[in-house]
């Protein structure tokens, strides 16, 4: 079965402060991660896939398929980052594609 | 490019009534879900459309759950009788489709369900 845990409910740091979210998922086959961001007021959107291997808005995120985590991480947070971030896995099962998404972890940035 | 569309944004309803969702997808996406979200949860899959087939839908509960995809465009889904645990964010999400690549889903506004 398909799972993802994202142990941190809520996270708070300040402006200028690295920022670790943390994902760890549960699947037998070869995944695809990804991180959708909702700001507030604002529709749940993409904001990376590791295939894709790129920086978004100074996001990065490595897949570690030993420790079979996908942490979301920024060197420099920005009071903009503020916002409810989901990580996702998507995995064959049944026989169809699914997106399974964690429970959330909501990041608020200080100033 | 217009995004996800869905209506109502908010309804309120008795528990053992009906209601309904409406939700128009971006133009040409093939590929159209239904979430459920529970406050403090993520997004749950309810029903995945490709095209006006159901693809998957093992975790709607049939016994009160309906939705279908008219001509492949528009979807509505319905829930009667409503029961209180049904409260929740019912998000509508649409992607292109390509057995070997997963796109991105892209998200309309939700429509927030309370059920007294």
């Known amino acids: 079965a398909q799972r993802v845990t994202q142990p941190e409910k809520l996270l708070s740091v300040f402006k200028g402060a690295p920022v670790e979210l943390k994902c760890n998922y549960s699947?037998?086959?070869?995944?695809?991660l990804f991180w959708y961001v909702q700001y507030s007021r604002q529709r749940l959107q993409l904001l990376l896939r590791h295939i894709s291997r790129e920086s978004i808005k100074g996001f990065t995120a490595d897949l570690n398929k030993g420790e079979t985590s996908f942490h979301l991480k920024k060197p420099f947070a920005q009071e903009e980052d503020s916002a409810m971030y989901y990580c996702a896995l998507s995995g064959t099962q049944g026989g169809s594609e699914k997106l399974v998404f964690g429970k959330g972890t909501k990041l608020t940035v200080n100033p | 490019e217009a995004g996800v569309a869905q209506s109502p944004r908010y309804k309120i309803i008795e528990k053992r009534q009906s209601v309904a969702f409406w939700c128009n997808p971006i133009?040409?996406?093939?590929?159209l879900y239904w979430y459920q979200q529970i406050l403090g949860q993520g997004p749950k899959l309810l029903i995945q459309?490709?095209?006006?087939?159901?693809?998957?839908d093992s975790q709607l509960p049939k016994d009160r759950f309906s939705a279908e995809r008219l001509k492949g465009v528009d979807s509505t889904l319905k829930i009667q009788p409503a029961k209180l645990e049904d409260s929740a964010v019912y998000l509508c999400?649409?992607?292109?489709?390509?057995?070997?690549?997963?796109?991105?889903?892209?998200f309309g506004p939700g429509t927030r369900l309370t059920v007294t």
């Open positions: 999400a649409s992607s292109d489709y390509d057995r070997f690549v997963s796109y991105e889903q892209y």
């Open positions: 133009s040409g996406h093939a590929t």
């Open positions: 699947y037998s086959g070869s995944p695809e």
């Open positions: 459309f490709q095209n006006n087939g159901v693809v998957d």
